[in-house]
């Protein structure tokens, strides 16, 4: 069982919104940090925000702050990211992982993303 | 911000062979906050090691990280055909808080 799924992943205009979605499974969701983190085409991993376990703190990337929003819902165990004013060099693949202790031990198939017009 | 530096960019290495890759931080971290990742062609990162020497639940015994500072290493003692691939640090500085890769390492069959 691939405990992180995500979906979502499109291509979108410049200046364009999208959300990207994460289905958890398999481990205790509601008490773990979650993270999105890309890679550009031929690119290495950056990570994009963060949101800790009951979604009462987050952070972001200076690159996406004040365009992105992490968030996340329990009850149902997905975490999301929009993203709005998204730009030429937002195209990426968007991975989806589970924090354990500032490493990650699970990251998701990766769901792409490319901005274009 | 830390800055993660990996070296050597590219490793050309022979099965069997040892394997020894570099990553440097602009400015010492924790231990704690240190991690090794790997990841083939098509595929997403796996981790390797956490806490600079932890391995993850399934990972050889043949990787191994060591460490402290602002230097980290992670070894190969023997390299399996399934081991080429780009290799990629990371740590956390939880006083901003940020997470930071290095720009990886690829491990090419020599």
């Known amino acids: 069982e691939v405990p992180l799924v995500e979906s979502g992943g499109d291509l979108v205009q410049p200046g364009g919104s999208l959300r990207l979605s994460c289905a958890a499974s398999g481990f205790p969701f509601h008490v773990s940090w979650m993270h999105w983190i890309r890679q550009a085409p031929g690119k290495g991993l950056v990570w994009v925000s963060r949101i800790t376990s009951d979604g009462s703190e987050v952070s972001y990337a200076d690159f996406v702050k004040g365009r992105f929003t992490i968030s996340r819902d329990n009850a149902k165990n997905m975490v999301y990211l929009q993203m709005s004013r998204l730009r030429v060099e937002d195209t990426a693949i968007y991975y989806c992982?589970?924090?354990?202790?500032?490493?990650?031990?699970?990251w998701g198939q990766g769901t792409p993303v490319i901005v274009s017009s | 911000e830390i800055v993660l530096t990996q070296s050597p960019g590219t490793l050309s290495l022979s099965p069997g062979e040892r394997a020894t890759l570099s990553c440097r931080a602009s400015q010492s971290v924790s231990s704690s906050s240190l991690a090794w990742y790997q990841q083939k062609p098509g595929q997403a990162p796996r981790v390797l090691i956490f806490a600079a020497f932890n391995r993850a639940t399934g990972i050889p015994d043949r990787f191994s990280g060591s460490g402290s500072g602002t230097d980290f290493t992670l070894t190969i003692s023997r390299l399996e055909p399934e081991d080429f691939a780009v290799y990629y640090c990371?740590?956390?500085?939880?006083?901003?808080?940020?997470?930071?890769f290095g720009q990886g390492t690829r491990l090419d069959i020599k």
């Open positions: 992982a589970k924090d354990y202790f500032g490493s990650i031990e699970y």
């Open positions: 990371q740590q956390y500085d939880s006083s901003l808080p940020m997470y930071t």
